[in-house]
């Protein structure tokens, strides 16, 4: 049996389930989402808590609600779905290559391709740790499958180590399911977190969060027993002499994610290293001719409606450029940050003939900015657009700004320059 | 009563046990733990030594001569993963010059085949990414890289499958000699045996000590190691030792047969003989000695620190064979490196060692000494096809990263040593040893065993017993 689509997604969770919504939306495009898990909504599954859907849906919904709504929707569509199926290679034709009990290994032809996996936690071995291997160390994603899904708890006594949002939700849920959480340690001097789950998550439970703090020891051979804290220095290294131990049986990793980009390395898609995630153009396409890319896979998203306008643009390119081709890239523009402010933003570059109406540009501050605009200019160094003054704009929130199509066409040279000025 | 009690399941004890399994005698291999290969066969550099490094005449030369040249084909037999890569040792100046021809004699009169010295321009054009500091280098050919748990655990797998005894999670505690048995006593129960084998690793001094003389003592000696992501691991194709020094054969890098770059290890004498924790400055001290050797390894790609604990001892040699003031209580002890190179041989004198010994013994007109593995990532479609039709388990990816199904996992579950904690299916199917080391398939690993064992999920362990993953039902749960 032949499998042929118009367009592929690969990946159901919340990038997933947008581009293959978009993509059919586009008319007369055929798309199939391939799923390795047994049902759709990827890490929104075990997202119990509420708070997805303020910016998109204008309602506070939980993960699994979140998720649902975008499942309902394709269920008013041709879309197929491929559940228990791992893709295992993508040729730069776009052939993919899947595994499932059903069809075995098998190939699939496609117009275009999505990129939608999301992405992985960061392990203890990234980080490096030094001490014991015992039980008892998980990455919170992982604690949070085991309680929302398995509906088991890792731990009684618990220290959070990095202070990303699923550590600070994990910390909020242990303590709810009456664990004790002794404290959410952060290497540097700002969380990583949302501000809000700072307050919801830590602040409403009293649970200390420790800034410039590391574990420089774990102990316990079968199971954690006792880890060893230490003050870090401003380059986030262990400060001697600061040693205190704790006891606890759980330590939990919320220490970064990592974009899951081993199948588009391998397809030779060309990657940014600043985000881990793939090049793309103003639809999301990779520099891979019809291969797109969004959600997690492309740049770590603090909030999941950000991830779903992303995923509608990569569908909505996808299905045009299998209807069209590729766009023609005439006064292509580099989209450049000034680095000393900004680590990096999302597309990197813009085809202007392609953009409809306006573009949406996301990227992150490298510090914490108080009375502060964002700004784009040209080349020469005027002025493409100035955006109003916030109270501030900090690492832990991925910024978005969206320029219109007619003013990039005033923008002079072959880039513009995404920047951050004090407001007046 | 047994023939024969092997104590110990690493790779000497399993080795020992697959070769007397050929034979019409009955024996029992007890292990502390509640898996085999959990000392340093768990945790070694991997390597299969071409023999240029023991003196001329010690045990450990001759044993790693003769385990090397058994290798390929213990490895064919048993399909357990080994490449013939070869092995550079790197001159950086005139005194490690001097070193590599004293190791290019030595192994020479030890019969290594193979070995040269190569000069800087050809060391480098063999191996491109090593430092441009080198002068010269000692080239090995015939060293190679293996699997070194799946070796035993293979060995161990065989052995069982020709009836041998395994008793895991079964402490000796003591040994008493009769006149014409041993009886041996674990935590678990009491065992009689006409003879002894002490394969026990880090703890076969004190089991020699049980009953016979004080003749060795295990100095504990941990190496520390770094793995590297498969994506960074591609610089090297033989394995780049340093020249050798009072710690040890030096910090090496190499590949593993999975495609991983390792790099290590520290050489760090302890009183502990089981404390496997890693420290911060050993691994500082390799990440600084290994970049000498190839500057350009990538330590943000790290996926995981482990350490070892070598049965280094005070005599500095093997101590192989019958104590001669309790006759059939055989020693395989202090087998420190080449000890994993040395083990095909180890477990083949065995046999020899107890027929000297008086034990008799004839072959069994039949038993098995081939052993299949079933790595659905390394098959081709059609094969993975064939699999998946006859047993749509292996159409289910658990571990993403390293590919491993659910068909695999299944499989050492239900193995002639069933594999019932995620380590134990980590070490037989690489399940959670790639990029996320396990974050992602640990879960429903867990959930596989629960559901094929019965085993509630708060019983499962991670490894050792008393590493309980989960402590409670959710609330919810209980409700339920």
Redesign the interface.
Known sequence: MEFKYDVVVIGGGPAGLAAAYSAWEQKDTKVLIIE?LEELGGILNQCIHNGFGLHYFREELTGPEYAQRFIDRLKETDVDIML?T?V?DISSERVI?A????????EIKAKSIVLAMGC??R????I?T???????I??A??AQ???N????????KIVVFGSGDIGLIMARRMTL??AEVIAVLERGGVPSGLTRNIVQCLDDFGIPLMLNTTV?D??G???VESITIAKTDSRKNPIPGTEQKIDC?TLLLSVGL?PEN?IP?ATGVRMDPRTNGAVVYENDETTTEGIFACGNILQVHDLVDYVTSEAIRAGKGAAQYAKNGEPGSEGLLDVEVDTNMITYAVPQMIRPANVEKNVDISFRVRDRYEDSRIVVKDEEGNYVARYGVKAYIIPAEMQRITLPGKMLEKAKGSKIIIGIEKGE | MYDVIIIGCGIIGAAAAYELSKYDISVALLEKENDIAQGATKANSAIVHAGYDPEEGTLMAKYNIKGASMMKGICEAFDVPYKQCGAFVLAFDDNDMQEVEKLYKRGKNNGVPGLRITGHDETLALEPHLSNNIIGALYAPSSGIVDPWDLCIAYAQTAVRNGVDLKLSNTVVDIVKMDDRFIVRTDKGEYETRYVVNAAGTHADRINDMVCEHRFTIVPTKGEYYVIDKKDSDLINATIFQCPSAKGKGVLVSRTVHGNLIVGPDADPQEDPDDTSVKQSALDYIMEASLRSVPTINFRSVIRSYAGVRANSDVGEFVIGEAPETPGFINLAAIKSPGLTSAPAIGLDAVDILKDAGLNMKKKNEYVETRKMIRFDELSAEEKNALIADDPHFGKIICRCEHVTEGEILAAIHDVIPALTIDAIKKRCRSGMGRCQGGFCGPRIAEIIARETGMPMTDILQGPVGSEILVAPTKSREEA
């Open positions: 390795r228990n791992m295992t290559t595994i499932n009990p059903v069809n075995g290994c098998f992985r936690e392990p203890r071995g990234a490096s030094p001490g014991t291997r015992p039980a008892g998980y990455t994603g992982a499958r085991y309680a899904m398995d509906g088991y708890l890792v731990g009684r399911e009456g420089v774990i102990s051979r079968s199971r049986d990592i081993d390395e």
